[in-house]
Every structure is written in structure tokens, then in C-alpha cells.
């Protein structure tokens, strides 16, 4: 399946690239600062939300194709409660709200019929975009790209 091709070929890629930065006695002075930063592991809510941007991949390619839905991604049940990035400000108010809709339309896709699939992973990846819109807009372009588009 592509996606996942593409996900791989991805993976490979941070790896020689990261290789190539920690080789040792290449640029000492760099050395002394950058490494404790590029080895920060991600936070649980980041890692959770590469795995929210798989399923919504792998559904939109299911949708495409008419094929089955991946099976429903009990996991991320914990999005509220996730430990997000140190610093990060995460709103108390509207962040909860956000995902508690991410959670409904979610909820949605699985139940319709199949022909009303298409409407509700647009919905999904709108709740997506809503959420990013007041925090960490970074992800935006990317999330922004990945609606099926209607005729
Ligand atoms: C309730 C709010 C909320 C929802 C809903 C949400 N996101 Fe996020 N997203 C965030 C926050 C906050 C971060 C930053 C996480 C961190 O750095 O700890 C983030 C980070 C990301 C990242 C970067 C992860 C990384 O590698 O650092 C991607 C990609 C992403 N989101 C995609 C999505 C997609 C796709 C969806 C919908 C399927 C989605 N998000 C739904 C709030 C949300």
C-alpha cells in the first residue's frame, strides 16, 4: 500500500539523516549544544497524533477505494488526557472540547453507511483542522490536504 511505502521510505530517511548529524568528530562545536535537543523523545500526545495522521490516511484510502475501515483505534480514547510537549500551552477549555469533538466524529465514521463515509471523514478531518487552528498550527497545511474532495 503506498501510504505505508511512503511512511517507511520517510522513516528511513530521519534515520540517515540523524546518523549523519551524530557522526562523531564531525563539527565538535556543534557538538557541545545541539545533540540533547535532536534526542528530546516525542511527547505521548505527539506520538499519538502520527498515529491519529496514519488512521486517517489508511481511512481516507479505504473510503477511496471502498474497501473496509482499519480497525477502530480504541487508543485514542486518552487525547485529552495526553502529555503534550513540555512548554506547550494546551487550553483548558477549548482543547477538551476539541477532541471530545475529534472523539464524536470519529464515533460517526464508524457507525454510517458506507456511502455517507466520504461526508464523515471530511467531518473527522475537519474536527482535525479545528483543533489546530488555536494550537500548534504547524500541522495545518499538511491536515488541510488531506479532505476527499466532492464533486
Ligand atoms: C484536540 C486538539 C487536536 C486534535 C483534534 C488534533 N490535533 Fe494534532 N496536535 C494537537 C497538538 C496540541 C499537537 C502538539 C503535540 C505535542 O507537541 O505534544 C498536535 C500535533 C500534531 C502533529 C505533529 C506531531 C509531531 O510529530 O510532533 C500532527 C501531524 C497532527 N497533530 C495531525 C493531526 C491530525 C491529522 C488530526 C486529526 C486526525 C489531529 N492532529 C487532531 C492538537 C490536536
Redesign the pocket.
Known sequence: MPPYRTLILLILATVVVGLAFTTPGRNDAAHTEAPAQELTP??????M??A??I??DSVKAAVNRGGNLPPYPKAFKK??TA???KG?H?DPIT??T??K??ENKLGRLYKVKKGERQQAYNA??Q??A???GT??P??LM??KK?YIATE
Open positions: 516525542p511527547s505521548e500526545l505527539a506520538l497524533m502520527r491519529m495522521a488512521h486517517a487525547l485529552p502529555e503534550p510537549t506547550m494546551i482543547f477538551p476539541f477532541a469533538d475529534y473527522l478531518v474536527s482535525c479545528n483543533c489546530h494550537h500548534c504547524g500541522p499538511r491536515i488531506m
